[in-house]
């Protein structure tokens, strides 16, 4: 059974960074094709995709935000990391992890619950 | 980045119709395109991979099509529990994007 959880501060203030922390069961990020992605989503907004991370270490990025991201594993605990710095009040959004699979596409096939973050001073 | 944009952005139906959605992409995807499903309070699910591959578990009332820049999602028979926002995203690059998503809501 593939789950995954995201954990990290509800709120930040303005010019904070975030560090949210994915720990999942039910695979290994050390199995080929095996990545875990990040997603966003404001409030009444669409989704929007930040960072993966693969089993060999490959990291990829949004085009808009790879300046302020940094994502990065520990395969022996299950855990994936997303660092966003300079955070600002229009990054508030629920924040999910994802196992993600590389092979035929990228398909983000089992998603955390997400956890809001609101950025607030 | 690829711009992916659905059509239309809100949807009216009745339990039984037929319904289409589309998605097209700013440039060819091949078929790397997805489809999401989302309700209210929960996480997006997997409903279509590679354009036309049911995810496991999916019921069969859900099909995928197209190739290129143009992809539909069709729901050949709406049930209740098909009411909901719909996603596409595309993997051809490596930077994925999503759609602006179509609200399915009940007339």
């Known amino acids: 059974q593939v789950t995954l959880r995201e954990s990290g501060p509800a709120l930040v203030k303005p010019t904070q960074t975030l560090t949210l922390t994915c720990t999942f069961s039910?695979?290994?990020?050390?199995?080929?094709?095996?990545?875990v992605s990040w997603i966003r989503q404001p409030p009444g907004k669409a989704l929007e995709w930040l960072a993966r991370i693969d089993w060999d270490d490959d990291k990829y990025y949004s085009t808009s935000l790879k300046t302020r991201l940094t994502i990065s594993k520990d395969t022996s605990k299950n855990q994936v990391v997303l660092r966003m710095t300079n955070m600002d009040p229009v990054d508030t959004a629920t924040y999910y992890c994802?196992?993600?699979?590389?092979?035929?596409?990228?398909?983000?096939?089992?998603w955390g619950q997400g956890t809001l973050v609101t950025v607030s001073s | 980045d690829i711009q992916m944009t659905q059509s239309p952005s809100s949807l009216s139906a009745s339990v039984g119709d037929r319904v289409t959605i589309t998605c097209r992409a700013s440039q060819s995807i091949s078929n790397y395109l997805n489809w999401y499903q989302q309700k209210p309070g929960k996480a997006p699910k997997l409903l279509i991979y590679t354009a036309s591959s049911l995810q496991s578990g999916v019921p069969s009332r859900f099909s995928g099509s197209g190739s290129g820049t143009d992809f539909t999602l069709t729901i050949s028979s709406l049930q209740s529990e098909d009411f909901a926002t719909y996603y596409c995203q595309q993997s051809y690059s490596t930077s994925l994007t999503f759609g602006q998503g179509t609200r399915l809501e009940i007339k």
């Open positions: 994802a196992r993600t699979l590389s092979g035929s596409g990228i398909n983000i096939d089992y």
């Open positions: 039910g695979f290994s990020l050390s199995t080929s094709g095996m990545c």
